[in-house]
């Protein structure tokens, strides 16, 4: 095979084989293909598109760039959940325990933040001395020991798409539905599941902004888990306002312990049960998501998701006495709480705006080798439909950048919208779709 | 500028301006931009598209990439011709002695044979002690003395394009109308002309093999020249098969000078005498095209123009003896002569095939390290057309490399058709089209 003959190929919109694709990534992973052809390469994949089984195939060659688990060795169905990203979404330090309680085993391998959207990884590292970076031996044992396991990516798991990702980032082809769908996937499915659960995001902070590509992005990951014969089940839900209240690091560990403990943050929570209950559905535990659903509530009543949320925490080196007590948490050295100008109703959220205020006061990375503070954030008070009054609280925001609170306020209060009338809340799931 | 937001829009098939593409273009001859960022961007304009304006643009980015000469302490209109190549085509060789002892100024900057075409520098570096490496200073000076030069490319012209096509070439972006273009005008407007004649082939031999691809192509080399306020006629020519009868570069040599000396090789003579006639006409020696072509004619007769052609040779270092007496010339080591198999007429040619025969005989390279001899190469004697009786000599062949005889006579065998009806003979000048 010839790079130049298959770049041509895609440039004339013609398919690729799985030969051909694995040839390319393979070439590319190895060294053997330069970055401007796999570049050439990406651009033509990206303007003339990649059809099911060329995203199938591109899925299976990227995941054979690296290390496939198996966990035939621990019985029962491993389940995972894998969400595109947004604002304060920390339904994984929620949903993991809860199914693990529940009996489902769930091995969960994910990312730091990305852009404006925060990262499990970045989450779970806020909790002192919980360890991330567990090797494949430790992985496993936690998995075995108790049901749950959160770590970051390894180096062994589809080294492709590290590369392939980096190239994308320089060369105006991310937002490509199969190449997302295949660096999504490849990961996913290089940890050893049976089977998995979506949540794709739509709104002003997610990466798929309109409905109609959220849907066609869940389309693809649910063609290609098919592919692969995974069971899944696919959501597409609003992201149009911070999920909960809290966003940082510790602020969002901090509402997750406030949710396993029984409070009731009301779009959080039922997002959660949901993929929860889709996951404990797949995982052969509940007989439909709607038992499903309602085994993650009676998880969370009876103290089995936190307890299990702690023996997690352990067994991956924390100190659990923040998680018990997290009011002992260091405290950041600044915050200002931002008010309504005048009365209305909240109409509108730029929830890219509030991702980015976050990041700035140092919840997350605007370059990689910025440093993150586990203590900034915000906290974001109303829903939209919310009837405020001037002087209610919209935001209080946390950090040690004393120079960054002017202009994070502002940012905040530009970032929102009141208005006269009562507008109607947003739906929070959106669709459901299920290849069971 | 932001190099990503650039590719970007061009991978939305926006429009770049003149100052985004420039962008592009010097960054990247500076090296500030990476191959893999202008591999994903030549991509993506392969694929949507360069509209006029962002030919034009991109031309001018790569021809200031470099120096543009000015010759206007030359008195007197300078034209060029360019060709996009094609097998048998030495029409530079006889008609820049034609236009020069009309009078014109000829700076004729050629390159070397790319794939089954061949060179027009490789041709005059056939003959022995040409000089085609004649640095500024001495380009000028030759052309006031004799009113034309013929020279490689030099470093300093157009280094974008050098760097460019060498991308192209590995990246699958090659046969896009814009880019080669901008490649060849680039080159073209950086001699100093003032006007161009384009000889554009069509046909098995041709790079654009359907007349449709030329007829764009032609079309978007006369917008640009256009746009940079140049004179230009272009020509559609016939490239079904070879032109004239001799391939390889010292028989290409020999050809021109039995033209030059007022042999009448048909269709190479009517296509020079049309190519000349418009550099006449475009150089202001003549009234019309046709006056052009009736005083190049005046010029060959007068034996003009074989005098200004050793005149040209002479002060580019070449002892013109073997021009004089070229049947002087080394034999090469092996020739072999290929026979009808049966009667008929010849009906059709596969002519890129006798292109790749000539460069297996040492005419050409496949490599650029490749070491060129430029006594090997081919006769081919009938044209589309011509009536043959079984043992009528087809071809003759010329080689030192025994090894590739048997190979070549297979090759020359399977690219002729014989049929039994008599084809009609193809038209050599398809269209003309005059900007003047």
């Known amino acids: ?28 992973t190895k060294g053997k293909i330069p970055d401007y052809q796999f570049s050439a390469f990406l651009m033509a994949a990206f303007i003339n598109g990649l059809d099911k089984q060329e995203t199938s195939a591109l899925t299976k060659a990227m995941l054979y760039s690296g290390k496939v688990l198996s966990l035939s060795e621990i019985p029962g169905l491993k389940v995972d959940k894998h969400s595109t990203g947004g604002v304060g979404d920390k339904t994984s330090l929620i949903l993991a325990p809860i199914a693990a309680a529940a009996g489902v085993k769930v091995p969960m391998i994910s ?9 499990t990884l970045d989450k779970l590292e806020a909790v002192p001395g919980f360890r991330t970076n567990l090797n494949l031996r430790e992985y496993k044992s936690v998995l075995k020991k108790c049901g749950a396991v959160l770590i970051g990516q390894t180096k062994d798991i589809a080294p492709a798409d590290k590369l392939i990702y980096a190239l994308r980032d320089v060369t105006a082809t991310v937002e490509s539905i199969p190449l997302i769908t295949a660096s999504i996937m490849s990961k996913k499915l290089a940890e050893g599941i049976d ?41 597409i839900t609003d992201m149009s306002q911070p999920l909960g209240n809290y966003i940082g690091n510790w602020l969002e560990v901090y509402e997750s312990i406030k949710v396993l403990q029984g409070e009731k943050v009301e779009d959080l929570l039922e997002l959660t049960l949901n993929l929860s209950g889709a996951m404990i559905f797949l995982g052969n535990k509940a007989g439909s998501l709607k038992e499903g659903i309602e085994i993650s509530e009676e998880m969370i009543k009876s103290g089995k998701a936190f307890d299990k949320f702690l023996q997690i925490a352990k067994l991956q080196g924390s100190n659990v006495s923040f998680l018990k007590k997290p009011d002992k948490y260091p405290k950041p050295k600044y915050s200002e709480v931002i008010t309504a100008e005048r009365n209305g109703y909240l109409f509108e959220v730029n929830n890219y705006e509030i991702g980015i205020a976050s990041v700035e006061l140092g919840a997350g990375r605007f370059t990689k080798t910025d440093k993150i503070d586990p203590k900034a954030g915000i906290i974001f008070y109303p829903k939209i439909g919310d009837k405020l009054n001037k002087g209610d609280k919209i935001a209080e925001i946390f950090t040690d950048k004393k120079g960054k609170l002017e202009e994070v306020k502002k940012r905040i209060t530009h970032a929102v919208k009141l208005s006269a009338a009562k507008p109607e809340k947003p739906k929070l799931i959106k669709a459901v779709k299920m290849v069971v």
Do not use: P, Q, W
């Open 111 to 119: 990312g730091r933040g990305l852009g404006h959207t925060g990262g």
């Open 1 to 28: 095979m010839n790079t130049v003959e298959l770049i041509r190929k895609k440039r004339e919109a013609e398919k690729l084989s799985y030969e051909e694709i694995d040839f390319l990534v393979s070439g590319y």
């Open 195 to 235: 089977a998995l659960v979506l949540d794709v995001k739509t709104g002003s902070g997610a990466f798929m902004k309109k409905f109609s590509d959220a849907k066609e992005l869940a389309g693809s990951l649910i063609n290609t888990a098919v592919s692969f014969n995974k069971k899944v089940i696919a959501f």
